[in-house]
Nanobody
Framework: QVQLVESGGGLVQPGGSLRLSCAAS????????MGWYRQAPEKQRELVAA???????NYADSVKGRFTISRDNAKNMMYLQMNSLKPEDTAVYYC???????????????WGQGTQVTVSS
């Protein structure tokens, strides 16, 4: 079984910064594409940033230049550095990863439980 656990959320003032972390654990053979999604109240879940196993990244237009996604494959970790935060960044942030577990021939998509980010003065 695989678990993804996010941490690092909280309350921050506009213009502030937060760093989210996602820790993957379990019988992991390989971790492929990973990403951060967010869902604000009464809105659909949206992709914030994604990173491939090779380190290629892409970002939602709304966060380009402010957020940076990274990963540490040796530690099965992924991060999201969020700078210049705005009230509209307020949402629950979810970690997502395509993971192949030991003994499996296919990858499966896993989600974390989410961490709340609130940007408010």
């Amino acid at each position: 079984q695989v678990q993804l656990v996010e941490s690092g959320g909280g309350l921050v003032q506009p213009g502030g910064s937060l760093r989210l972390s996602c820790a993957a654990s379990g019988s992991i053979f390989s971790m492929n594409d990973m990403g951060w999604y967010r869902q604000a109240p009464e809105k659909q879940r949206e992709l914030v940033a994604a990173i491939s196993s090779g380190g290629s990244t892409n970002y939602a237009d709304s966060v380009k230049g402010r957020f940076t996604i990274s990963r540490d494959n040796a530690k099965n970790m992924m991060y999201l550095q969020m700078n210049s935060l705005k009230p509209e960044d307020t949402a629950v942030y979810y970690c997502n990863a395509y993971i192949q577990i030991h003994g499996a021939t296919s990858r499966f998509r896993y989600w974390g439980q989410g961490t709340q980010v609130t940007v408010s003065s």
